[in-house]
């Protein structure tokens, strides 16, 4: 009987300590914004430039691909980006590709913002915020390091400071 | 396990107070005067076994005492909750971290730093509520047993120091009750108490079932938490909310990308005055009144695969007018009516010539997305320069935007004509005009908005709802079991010549007296006293 006891109480407790353990993990896992982490499959995306071409994230597999979320009105993109110019310069022919994903500003505001800053890789307008949301943006900049297979390698928020950070940030996707 | 046997024969659990079958005191300290009568004297299963750990464990959360800490310090937690606002509460555009310092300073910084700006979905609040669910299982559990136990041995014929102990409790001398004992039973019969008889002795009781409303209650309160725990789980529970203007079509957020919903329109009914003749003065006092608040939306649903930014495959699933409390019901969603909001959607400009006031054109500028150029015939050009939607200076004094929704326009205008082809540069915002190179002799002058009206709807599924229904009316059944029924015993016994009676309630000793003074009245037996009155309580 004394047995009998023991097992009740282990096998009662044991019940609630699994329910709260459990409560508590699916809440800590409860994701508001998928929170992407280095090493995770980067979500695809269809966007479109401002030249009008679609550009989709699955089609650059082969190669590395700097994802820079930015708006007009955030001092450090627009800092920033004159040094990813300057990178995109240097290894175009390396296989290294810039996307510049603004956060869904009107076409005429980026378009004077590209006439003061003369930018040559994609510029992409996320008009309904859908790939800010598949990517958890917040707060801007923030740029995402995507290698030749899809994943992840690095993700880096605030601004890019100097030339040798970003050619460091190039450097780990080069395929 | 050490067991106790009574001098009755009856063989009770270690650790028991009074006999299960006749009530003797087990105390060993004699009767005291009054019978401590909670769980019947019973042995609480906790309270001998303190061997394993886990008989430790249970011994730990067994204790009233500690649950009542814990649901003390689960209120305080929640009181320092409400001291600053909730994350949800504060503004968006302000990480959190920062906010709680910036404007509340080292206790705000605590109050984030210790989580209390997200209080329930912290592991700790969560594990405090939990720990009251398994204070309420082990409390329950281990008096519930106990209990049910020593009501299903209690024995008729009492001990005699039982009886003694008993709140009400009196002693009628004479002869010859047979026919007196007799009429008491009919009386108790009458009352429906149901009644045992053994060696001169009788036990009459009811409503012992009202001895289960606490346990009842606490079942409700642990099916009711169930529920709130459910809610964690992923599939069971969506509470979004829906910005959605006018014209536009969107992905329902928390559902995976699966539906679209569309707003073909909002539609804001007021009462009118003439038809309601009876109210024209209120209303011409109150002013507008809704009547109705409505958006008519299109729901669609998703084919193919989900591609962020790509425009999706829709079909179209219904139409359906949402008015409050008549939501749009599909799959397991509700999209309910919660609020609106009105937008700026387009300006209204006159290029105008100062001097003779002349207006020489209008332009209309969509704010979500303006041209660069507007050519207004006759030579006359105006381009937008600078488009700011969400206008400020910064700290050196130049134009801004704080964000990109269309809160305070403002733009920067260059106006060509015949006689300044080279452009004049003016920045327009609302209620004023910069001309930052030079007097102007042309002007942007203002002439009118139009706005759009965004409905705010609140998208709810939620398959835990019967659950809190279910443990809620358990609850309130437990509660009315325990509140509107008493659990009442009378022992009579013949004792030589004498009458003993005894009498026990649980709660409302009142309406026992007043029940017996009935029973017993012309039988002859006196009513017996209550103790407790005497001692003048």
């Known amino acids: ?175 | 396990m050490e067991r106790i046997k009574c001098g009755c024969g009856h063989v009770n659990p270690h650790g028991t107070l009074l006999c299960e079958a006749c009530g003797r005191s087990l105390t060993g300290t004699g009767a005291p005067e009054l019978l401590d009568m909670r769980y019947e004297g019973s042995a609480r299963r906790s309270q001998t076994y303190n061997k394993t750990f886990i008989d430790k464990v249970w011994n730990f959360f067994s204790s009233v005492k500690v649950g009542i800490w814990l649901i003390v310090i689960t209120l305080i937690a929640s009181g320092i909750g409400t001291i600053f606002p909730q994350k949800m509460y504060i503004p968006q555009f302000v990480p959190a971290s920062e906010f709680y310092e910036q404007k509340y300073g080292w206790p705000g910084k605590l109050y984030y730093i210790l989580g209390f700006h997200e209080l329930y979905s912290q592991w700790w609040y969560m594990i405090l509520i939990a720990l009251i669910g398994v204070s309420l299982v082990v409390c329950s559990l281990d008096r519930a047993v106990p209990l049910f136990r020593a009501l299903k041995a209690q024995r008729v014929d009492r001990h005699e120091s039982f009886m003694k102990g008993q709140r009400i409790f009196g002693i009628t001398k004479g002869e010859n009750f047979d026919e007196a004992v007799k009429a008491v039973k009919r009386n108790l019969k009458k009352k429906r108490y149901r009644i045992r008889e053994e060696n001169h002795a009788i036990l009459a009781e009811k409503g012992r079932f009202s001895r289960w409303g606490p346990y009842v209650n606490h079942i409700g309160l642990i099916i009711f938490l169930f529920g709130a725990m459910l809610r964690f789980f992923p599939g069971m529970y969506v509470d979004e909310v829906i910005d959605i203007k006018e014209g536009e079509r969107k992905e329902i957020p928390g559902t995976d990308g699966e539906y679209y919903l569309e707003n073909k329109q909002f539609i804001l009914e007021v009462y009118d005055e003439k038809e309601n003749e009876a109210f024209s003065e209120a209303l011409k006092k109150t002013g507008d009144v809704a009547k109705n608040y409505q958006t008519d939306v299109v729901l669609y649903k998703r084919k193919g695969e989900r591609v962020p930014g790509a425009e999706a495959g829709l079909i179209k699933e219904k139409e359906y007018s949402i008015q409050v409390n008549n939501p749009l019901k599909f799959d397991q969603y509700a999209i309910y009516q919660m609020d609106f909001k009105t937008v700026l959607s387009a300006m209204n400009f006159v290029l105008v010539e100062k001097e003779t006031n002349e207006p020489l054109g209008e332009i209309n500028i969509s704010l979500d997305n303006p041209k660069m150029r507007y050519n207004l015939g006759n030579g006359y050009t105006v381009e937008i320069l600078k488009y700011y939607p969400d206008f400020d200076l910064d700290d050196e004094g130049l134009p801004v935007t704080l964000s990109r929704d269309p809160n305070n326009p403002a733009f920067v205008f260059e106006m060509y004509t015949p006689d300044k082809p080279e452009g004049e540069i003016s920045l327009v915002a609302i209620q004023q005009t910069v001309e930052p190179v030079g007097e102007n002799k042309y002007k942007m002058q203002f002439a009118g908005i139009e706005t759009k009206t965004v409905s705010i709807l609140a998208l709810r599924k939620d398959l835990t709802l019967w659950i809190f229904a279910l443990g809620g009316l358990i609850f309130l059944i437990g509660l009315s079991l325990g509140s509107y029924w008493n659990h009442r015993r009378i022992w009579i016994q013949q004792r030589g010549p004498d009458i003993w009676l005894a009498a026990h309630t649980n709660k409302n000793w009142y309406g026992l007296k007043r029940e017996l003074q009935t029973v017993l009245a012309g039988t002859g037996i006196n009513e017996p006293e209550d103790r407790n009155e005497k001692k003048g309580k």
């Open chain 1, 1 to 175: 009987m004394k047995k009998n006891r023991l097992f009740m109480r282990t096998s009662i407790l044991t019940v609630l300590a699994a329910s709260v353990i459990l409560t508590v993990y699916a809440n800590l896992t409860k994701g508001e914004r998928p929170q992407l982490k280095v090493g995770d499959v980067a979500p695809d995306f269809i966007l479109t430039d401002l030249n009008g071409n679609k550009h989709r994230l699955s089609d650059y597999e082969g190669q590395g691909v700097l994802v820079n979320f930015w708006a007009t009105y955030c001092k450090y993109c627009e800092k920033e980006m004159s040094l990813l110019e300057k990178q995109y310069q240097d290894q175009k022919d390396q296989g290294v590709q810039i996307l510049a994903v603004n956060i869904g500003e009107t076409d005429l505001v980026i378009n004077r913002f590209l006439e003061k800053h003369e930018l040559t890789f994609p510029v992409l307008n996320d008009r309904k915020q859908e790939v800010v949301d598949a990517f958890g943006v917040n707060p801007l900049p923030v740029t995402f390091l995507i290698n030749k297979h899809g994943f992840i390698a690095g993700i880096h928020t605030g601004e890019i400071t100097d030339e040798k950070m970003a050619a460091e940030m190039i450097e780990k996707i080069k395929p």
